[in-house]
């Protein structure tokens, strides 16, 4: 009687645990969602996100990579094209999304813009995932984890995108303070100019930068490669031109930067990666474009409004020029 007694104590007590569990998942799937609407749909990622799913369907041209694309692209003046480009992102995310798109739902996309500047390849940002709410939607992370043999690390990251709400200090701050910024078509405009910058003050500025982009990080990443070729098999397989950029950026920028990258030997490789893929490949280099105009900057490697306004034409006659179809 008494063992019976035990154990019908221990099933009360077991069912008890596992439903304060499940109450405990219930409420953090519930502040989650509520912070997403609330909050996080005001940010610049799901913002890009929320216009992408009104157009995606007529979308024919799609831009894609990091903060360079972001603000250096301003699809206003192209046809049926989209700056689907986010901060900081790399070939990993854009992989992963592209796929998402292609394979996941079947998008008829005729024509994928990607970035191919001397920081593309470094691994100064794949070491640590952010944003991981939003980029769980697209990302494998198991897939990924094995890949860069750090099982625990990015499995973490994973549950992270489970837990919004604990990391959302900054997004919170700018939602109450009315301060967010606004995407148009994917595009973030940047208003200020770099033209009353001090020379000396660029080029520290220009050396700080090189140092977060290029400084310890080795700048052919073994990961990053090998997403940039599935990236690159994936437009093959779906028959999709492939164009891919050197985006504009100051002379100050380029010449901390080169000291880094050996320059010609770094996109001779590129160029013989892609032209496995690729026949005569698309590579069109803005590099050195404006090196004389700062005030088409915001920084020193981002152009601001006034050189997206300059730029976006002369690249959407460029890629119209190779075939591109709106």
């Not at 996080?40 to 903060?67: I, N, P, R």
């Not at 992102?89 to 592209?98: A, P, V």
């Not at 000396?200 to 220009?206: E, G, M, R, S, V």
């Not at 050195?288 to 306004?309: C, K, P, T």
Request: charged share 25%; proline share 2%; glycine share 6%.
């Amino acid at each position: 009687m008494r063992n019976s007694n035990n154990t019908f104590g221990r099933k009360i007590r077991i069912n008890r645990i596992l439903l304060f569990i499940s109450g405990l998942i219930i409420i953090n799937q519930i502040c989650n969602l509520i912070y997403t609407d609330v909050i996080l749909s005001q940010s610049l990622l799901y913002q890009g996100e929320e216009q992408f799913q009104q157009v995606k369907h007529d979308v024919t041209v799609l831009f894609m990579g990091d903060s360079h694309t972001r603000t250096g692209v301003n699809p206003i003046y192209m046809e049926n094209a989209y700056n689907f480009a986010s901060s900081g992102e790399h070939y990993i995310q854009t992989f992963y999304k592209l796929q998402y798109y292609l394979e996941g739902e079947g998008l008829n996309i005729n024509t994928v813009v990607l970035p191919l500047d001397m920081h593309s390849f470094s691994g100064y940002r794949t070491d640590e995932f952010k944003d991981n709410d939003y980029w769980r939607k697209y990302v494998d992370y198991f897939e990924l984890a094995q890949e860069k043999e750090e099982f625990w690390s990015f499995i973490s990251f994973r549950l992270e995108g489970e837990l919004a709400y604990w990391h959302g200090a900054n997004e919170t701050k700018n939602f109450l303070s009315k301060k967010g910024k606004k995407l148009n078509g994917g595009f973030l405009s940047k208003k200020n100019s770099f033209q009353k910058t001090k020379h000396q003050n660029i080029t520290k500025l220009a050396k700080f930068r090189v140092r977060i982009h290029l400084g310890k990080q080795e700048y052919f990443d073994d990961v990053l490669l090998i997403y940039f070729k599935r990236l690159l098999e994936l437009c093959r397989k779906h028959e999709i031109n492939a164009v891919f950029i050197r985006y504009p950026v100051t002379r100050e920028y380029f010449q901390v930067a080169k000291i880094n990258v050996p320059e010609e030997q770094y996109y001779s490789n590129l160029k013989v990666i892609i032209e496995d893929y690729f026949e005569n490949p698309a590579i069109l280099d803005y590099h050195d474009f404006y090196w004389d105009q700062l005030y088409f900057f915001s920084d020193v490697d981002h152009l601001n409004m006034y050189g997206a306004e300059d730029f976006s034409p002369i690249l959407w006659q460029d890629l119209i020029d190779l075939g591109a179809r709106p």
